[in-house]
């Protein structure tokens, strides 16, 4: 058989079960029975299973939706890539760089490093500082993409222009393919499209740039970008 990965969103709350039924914790419970704790999960096609505490929290994460996003749909917030972060290590190395590592809820471990130019002006607390917006970052990168996955699964389909806009991982697939994508709020002639090398480029990798009245710039995204809802897709 083949090993398989794979993640989903689901619905849960607390709940026991005694003798194989399921309760909620409001609930009157039989006396003198044994209660086992965990969560009633209801799957996205409506089916409901009961999981034991520990291998239900072994296995997921609550989705804490960004507050400044206008819509409950599924997102990432500040608060779940504060809390992903389960440990931190730093060290100065020689007497001008400060590496930090940190490692995650899930094991995963991220290494960042900061350093200045004169050991006069160097401070590991601000060199901390550094790294750890570095590893934030990243986070809410690795985080968004698990999401996206739960969200979307993992199959490739065509890309759909619904009503409002489509996410940027959808976004990206179409820049792919040779189209554009842009935000409602830049200006018409804005638009960003992906550029695969060939032997003139001095790029290695493919890139993003964006195009408009003025030429074309490498793109650099912020975080609020990246996680809009809002791309539109670009025809040709």
């Not at 500040?78 to 001008?96: H, P």
Request: aromatic letters at 10%; proline letters at 6%; glycine letters at 6%.
């Amino acid at each position: 058989m083949k090993t398989y990965i794979g993640t989903k969103i689901i619905q849960a709350e607390p709940a026991l079960r005694i003798d194989g039924k399921v309760y909620s914790p409001d609930e009157i419970l039989p006396e003198d029975t044994d209660v086992e704790v965990g969560y009633r999960v209801r799957y996205p096609d409506g089916y409901e299973s009961w999981s034991p505490r520990d291998v239900f929290e072994a296995a997921y994460m609550p989705v804490l939706n960004n507050p400044q996003l206008k819509t409950d749909a599924p997102s990432v917030s500040q608060q779940m890539v504060d809390d992903f972060i389960l440990e931190t290590w730093t060290t100065t190395l020689g007497d001008k760089t400060t590496v930090v590592r940190a490692m995650l809820r899930n094991g995963f471990e991220i290494v960042e490093s900061s350093a200045c130019v004169s050991a006069e002006n160097y401070d590991e607390t601000m060199g901390h500082a550094i790294c750890m917006k570095k590893i934030k970052d990243k986070v809410w990168f690795l985080l968004g993409f698990l999401l996206q996955t739960a969200v979307h699964g993992v199959k490739k389909t065509e890309v759909e222009q619904p009503a409002g806009g489509v996410s940027f991982g959808t976004a990206l697939e179409a820049m792919k393919k040779g189209k554009g994508a842009r935000l409602p709020h830049w200006k018409p002639d804005v638009v960003i499209r992906a550029q695969y090398p060939d032997e003139h480029s001095k790029m290695t990798a493919p890139y993003l740039y964006v195009e408009s009245r003025y030429g074309r710039v490498p793109w650099k995204e912020t975080m609020i970008e990246l996680f809009s809802d809002d791309w539109e897709i670009v025809e040709g």
